[in-house]
């Protein structure tokens, strides 16, 4: 009986090169396009929401000037799938598996875990030219896959 493949695992495996292999992926929000991350202020409400989001999606979110591999990544919205083969990593749509943005796999030097915010598990993933970005993941062990085969 064949094996029935998610949507996730399907899109993860869509528009891959001849002999590309898939090693992981998993469902995660940019930083700097999460929406709804609050900080709870004591006496400040919507101010302290309006802080939270701004601190999420501008302090910690990306690094690297105009030219630096993070700052290629497009501009979304909304949660992607971080796809790591063989030959790329990239982010990829959710229903469609059509390439938001990718780069080669030499590129990445490693994913660094760290605490989280809320209840999402928050990592950077470094670049070669030494910038870096700034994902949000429901799963820790989304996390600690990226982890074991990027590094």
Do not use: C
């Not at 101010?47 to 630096?68: E, K, T």
């Amino acid at each position: 009986m064949p094996e029935t493949l998610s949507r996730h695992q399907r899109s993860a495996l869509g528009h891959l090169a001849p002999g590309e292999q898939l090693q992981t992926f998993g469902v995660v929000v940019p930083a700097k396009s999460a929406k709804g991350v609050k900080l709870n202020i004591h006496g400040h409400g919507r101010l302290g929401g309006q802080f939270g989001d701004y601190l999420v999606h501008n302090v910690g979110a990306q690094s690297g000037g105009a030219g630096s591999i993070a700052a290629g990544m497009p501009p979304s919205s909304g949660a992607l799938l971080l796809r790591v083969t063989d030959q790329r990593v990239g982010l990829v749509h959710p229903l469609e598996g059509t390439p938001v943005w990718e780069v080669p796999r030499t590129w990445v030097a490693r994913v660094e875990r760290r605490p989280r915010l809320q209840l999402m598990a928050r990592f950077r993933l470094h670049y070669a030219d030494g910038s870096w970005l700034a994902f949000l993941t429901m799963r820790r062990r989304t996390l600690e896959r990226f982890r074991t085969w990027i590094g």
